[in-house]
């Protein structure tokens, strides 16, 4: 990431259950919040081999994956890596924490 990052809050994604995404637009960042067990990560929501939005895609949150809907790369949610062909790059992951009772994302 280049440039000046900020906290932002996206309390708003609390209300997503276990094994739920969703989409959240930053300036021109397409990003996806997702619930894995309880736990709230985030990364680049486009996949990177094709324009597709991943929110469409297969969730397994045993395995912290999404699968794009479209030639079902799969990218691993903890690393960003591109887990198959035909996408090769890695997703971009942002980190999250949760103070007091804020869902906060580093972008």
């Given at each position: ?7 932002i809050d996206v309390s708003?994604f ?11 637009d ?5 990003i996806?919040i ?7 990560c ?12 991943l ?7 045993s395995?912290?994956?999404v699968t794009?809907?479209?030639h ?5 949610l903890?690393?960003?890596?591109a887990?198959?062909?035909?996408a090769?790059?890695?997703?971009e ?9 804020k ?5």
């Amino acid at each position: 990431m280049t440039g000046t990052q900020n906290w932002i809050d996206v309390s708003q994604f609390l209300k997503l259950r276990k094994g739920e995404m969703d989409e959240f637009d930053y300036e021109d960042k397409k990003i996806m919040i997702l619930n894995l067990n309880g736990e709230f990560c985030a990364s680049d929501r486009i996949c990177t081999h094709a324009y597709v939005d991943l929110t469409g895609g297969i969730l397994n949150e045993s395995e912290r994956t999404v699968t794009c809907p479209l030639h079902l790369s799969s990218f691993d949610l903890k690393s960003g890596s591109a887990l198959n062909l035909p996408a090769e790059k890695p997703l971009e992951i942002y980190p999250m924490k949760k103070e007091k009772n804020k869902l906060l994302i580093l972008i």
